[in-house]
């Protein structure tokens, strides 16, 4: 019986270390501390006047291009933009040959759940200077400091503004959200959140009529902005006439779980009315909806380029518990993806048309949504359900401050407001796609051309790589069963 229970002993020993080695190999497990951790360190200091010279500038207060301008930029804040024969240049500026080319506002994406050090190079590689993260505490993961980091300089990252977590009803959609059941405990937990610091309330799908009614007086009478879906037991119209600021994911109209209108399909246009009259603002988040594509077609997912930037145990994940997880959440049938991608693109257009206001978000980090990238691609959707170049870029810019009340900060390219910036090669209100020919971004006053970016990317990806002792302790398992196994022998 020893002898045997020896063997299994060895037996266990000789797998783990087997096991170990090839998932330390491939990356699915990794101890390494996040790539964009010691970014700040890395970047050190940089020159904090900085002139971007003869420049046409999309300011995003309207439709038009400014031609010929030099725009400075002074301690992280845009000092003075004017003619270049009418600028005069600093002495010891770090000039930036703006000929030929386009500065625009620098994007924001309005619905993420960032909850890694390495999604927020991401963001800022791909022109991405702020974020509004919808789920505060996720997994542990303290925002409210990050967000303290960010501005002080200590993280790399684009700025970071978070509701607190996420304030659900029963049956929650979620295990680790956290459910209120009556009015007495949610105005508590909004007063909390408030003295916490979070910067908006985010209601979700199935809280009480009653519960939500004080959700929304008790964030009105402190002062702060209530965001989220519009939950099933409060319906469209109480939220639309609620002083809710936004509606992520079109939800109230279409009701993603179910693959089907939330309103009558014929009725979409009077609701899209009240919705403008409303000022709501909407964020149809399509490209998170792509994910539900058949399992047959999931390799297109797995092998668009921008993937490499993502871990490989990130990708394990997406493919075998999160990705499964969320197709667990809706009604899934065959045609879903089709008709639900068809609802969106149709619910979008018809919202649009009736002058409803949109923000530019996406739900990272769902899976096979790359921070980044995929707001991008939603800015494609946007074009493709009738918006022109400007219109979809003044979702992700001056509509997004607009949102967060933050117009007097950021959103357009004025004097005053923070150096958040895209210096583009070609003109994106040609053709919205130009927004990813990129020479640099500038995130709060730090210059950073396309090169320094790709190599930060580089460099995140050669993070992934296991390290020596990642390599040798699973091999020292299988070394020491290999030895109890033949010191038995002997």
């Not at 994406?109 to 505060?136: I, K, P, Q, Y």
Request: hydrophobic share 40%.
């Amino acid at each position: 019986m020893k002898k045997a229970l020896y063997y299994i002993f060895v037996g266990i020993l000789f797998l783990a270390g087997v096991g170990l080695f090839s998932l330390f190999n491939q990356g699915v497990l990794d101890f390494n501390q996040p790539y964009a951790r010691n970014l700040p360190q890395r970047l050190g200091d940089h020159n904090p006047v900085v002139a971007f010279q003869n420049v046409s500038i999309i300011p995003m207060d309207s439709e038009r291009l400014l031609e010929g301008q030099t725009l400075i930029v002074r301690n992280g804040v845009i000092e003075q933009i004017g003619p270049s024969s009418e600028i005069a240049i600093p002495a010891g500026a770090l000039v930036v040959d703006g000929t030929g080319k386009y500065l625009i506002p620098g994007l924001v994406d309005m619905h993420v759940h960032v909850v890694n050090e390495n999604e927020l190079l991401l963001f800022a590689a791909h022109g991405v200077t702020s974020v509004r993260n919808l789920w505060g505490g996720l997994n542990g993961t303290d925002h409210l400091g990050w967000r303290a980091k960010i501005k002080a300089g200590e993280m790399f990252g684009p700025t970071l503004y978070t509701s607190g977590p996420i304030m659900e009803g029963p049956p929650k959609t979620v295990p680790w959200m956290q459910v209120y059941e009556d009015p007495e405990s949610a105005a508590a937990a909004v007063a909390k959140q408030i003295e916490q610091g979070y910067d908006f309330i985010k209601v979700y799908d199935y809280i009480s009529l009653p519960v939500y009614e004080a959700v929304i007086e008790t964030a009105r009478a402190q002062g702060i902005m209530v965001v989220g879906h519009t939950p099933k037991k409060v319906g469209l119209e109480r939220v639309l006439s609620s002083g809710q600021v936004t509606i992520e994911h079109i939800s109230g109209f279409i009701d993603a779980d179910a693959g089907e209108y939330a309103v009558p399909e014929g009725e979409l246009p009077k609701y899209a009315q009240m919705a403008a009259t409303a000022s709501v603002y909407v964020c149809p988040t399509i490209a998170v909806y792509q994910m539900y594509i058949p399992n047959e077609d999931l390799h297109r997912l797995e092998e668009r380029p921008e993937m490499a930037y993502i871990s490989p145990g990130t990708k394990f994940m997406w493919k075998y518990i999160t990705r499964p997880g969320s197709m667990g959440n809706v009604t899934y049938q065959g045609d879903y993806p089709a008709r639900i991608n068809e609802m969106f693109m149709n619910t979008t257009r018809i919202l649009h048309e009736h002058g409803v206001k949109f923000i530019l978000g996406t739900d990272t980090d769902n899976p096979y949504l790359v921070p980044g990238t995929s707001l991008l691609d939603e800015l494609d959707y946007l074009v493709a359900a009738g918006f022109s170049p400007y219109e979809a870029l003044e979702t992700g810019t001056r509509n997004a401050a607009e949102a967060m009340g933050k117009s007097a900060e950021f959103g357009t390219v004025e004097a005053g407001k923070r150096a958040d910036l895209i210096l583009l090669e070609d003109n994106p209100l040609d053709d919205v796609s130009n927004i990813q020919n990129r020479d640099g971004v500038m995130v709060r006053g730090r210059w950073l051309t396309d090169v320094q970016l790709q190599s930060m990317l580089d460099g995140l990806v050669g993070s992934y790589k296991p390290n020596l002792g990642e390599r040798l302790w699973p091999l020292l398992l299988i070394g020491a069963a290999v030895y109890l196994i033949l010191r038995k022998s002997a």
